[in-house]
């Protein structure tokens, strides 16, 4: 079987996607080494992009680092070469989790609760298993961990309980909460659920 080659072509930052379910996290100082390195060397690897909605799904990092770097610089953000798959939305969770497994670090509670939600949809097949880089058991095991404790209903278990959790109407309503919270978290340096108690005690 010969190698499918994909020709990049050059798109507008305008017109791409961030997605918030990327579990990728890269620290302050990789950061900051990825923006030295595209000033010097400029950008050399492609984004990945879905095609329709041109989702990123891969190259988040690489974006914001561009952004970055022309607003400190004040200068107007380029076209970036990309290649654009025409896919659909699971097979490019799958990518986005195949190429930051083979590249990347992850967020393991942000990868357990994507993998749970590819997982819900239907159970993965063998070839997706195959192109994820991971097991069955460690995808098992990485979904396990991203659930928060049982509490039912039992009161009392409730109120030893440190963890909450909460039921949307969509998956789109949870990671937008989701990324909001998470940005919270970064700029304020406190815990998920004491940011969300005062802003209800706020409300009240």
Known sequence: ??????????????????????????????????????????????????????????GHQRLKAVVEICKEDKTRVPKLPCVVLDIDTRAAKLLNIALNNLTGEFEYSMLGQLLQDIQTERAFDPDEIAVSGYTQAEIDKMVAKAQPPDTGDDLAAFARSVTLQLKFDSVEERDTVRAILNEKVQKQGKKSGTIVHGLLRRKR
Do not use: C, W
């Not at 579990?23 to 060397?41: D, E, M, V, W």
């Open 1 to 58: 079987m010969s190698i499918v080659v994909h020709k990049s072509v050059l798109v507008a930052t305008s017109k791409m996607q961030p997605q918030v379910y990327n579990p990728r996290r890269i620290t302050k100082r990789k950061f900051n080494g990825l923006k030295r390195s595209i000033r010097k060397n400029g950008f050399v690897e492609p984004l990945v992009l879905q095609k329709g909605t041109f989702a990123i799904i891969g």
